[in-house]
């Protein structure tokens, strides 16, 4: 790595650092799907965190976007909202010429929240914006400012009143977040945090254009040639019926992840080794992103839901 790229690397790994000490003084605990979030953003990646309600999903994205001095947009999902209250619509203007006003997706970050409360035919409104970072509306394409992350919230999709997420979409995720209940320290914590006065203000610690300096950083960090072929190999394992299927696919998936997975399987190892001071990934950084990369890019079959099953699990599987 070239001298100039290293003084890069060592600004990123303490800017990191300042960045998840300044989001911890308001979210206790859950230090996994933090770095989790954040990586997503640095490797230009979309993130789903998935939990029951009143577990902070709302809060901490809110939070990242305080300390991240970028445009932030809440867009709350609900049945009735339409396409149009998320992209912009037409509107007829004083002088009797049609004016395109933008919506909500224009903006750094969007939170999606509770995105599954809503129809298929809103949710695939994020779809172009996800992927080509601009909109279409009749007929005109609208540039998306960058950087550009969406940061959904799910409710778990047993839940009534859930709408699941097209298999489309889902793959636009780059992670998928599973947020789990907090421990009895954590919770003891959190409730003397936020019943004896306000939260702490969160302040800005990192700029617009130090953020697209460190995605870039992120895409120079150099891999191995062992690594890709793990990272291939590994979404290959997902895949049943094929000649590198491992066991447990077989035995428990419909079909697997595609080669968006193996993809962001790479650039997730790349930020992770990076904020953990490495200059280039091993498979420990593939392994420790290859659940929230492959859960939601995975499909069980109706053995695996019988037996209970979990994507985790076979996933567990397969890098065991």
Known sequence: ???????????????????KSEIGRTIVG??????DVLIAIFSKGHGLLVGVPGLAKT????????????????IQFTPDLMPSDIV???ILD?????????????SNIILADEINRTPPKTQSALLEAMQEKQVTANGHNFKLDEPFFVLATQNPIEQEGTYPLPEAQLDRFMFNIVLDY??????????KNTTAGELPKTNKVMTKEEILRYQGLVRQIPVPENIYKYAVQLTCRTRPGTPNASEVANKY????AGPRASQNLILG???HAAINGKFSPDIEDVNAVAKTILRHRVVKNYKAEAEGITQDYIIEQMLD
Do not use: H
């Not at 790595?1 to 960045?19: H, R, S």
């Not at 859950?30 to 770095?35: A, H, L, R, S, Y």
């Not at 907090?182 to 409730?191: A, L, T």
């Not at 998936?253 to 697997?256: N, T």
């Open 94 to 106: 004083k002088d009797r010429e049609f004016k395109f006003i933008k919506g909500p997706v224009f």
């Open 30 to 35: 859950q230090e996994k799907v933090i770095d």
């Open 269 to 271: 190892a790349k930020c």
């Open 1 to 19: 790595m070239e001298k100039n790229n290293i003084e890069n690397f060592n600004e990123f790994v303490a800017g990191y650092k300042k960045l």
């Open 59 to 74: 809060l901490l994205i809110s939070t990242i976007a305080n300390a991240l001095d970028l445009s932030f947009n809440r």
């Open 253 to 256: 998936l419909s079909w697997g």
């Open 88 to 90: 912009g619509s037409e």
């Open 182 to 191: 907090p421990s009895i320290e954590e919770e003891i914590n959190i409730v």
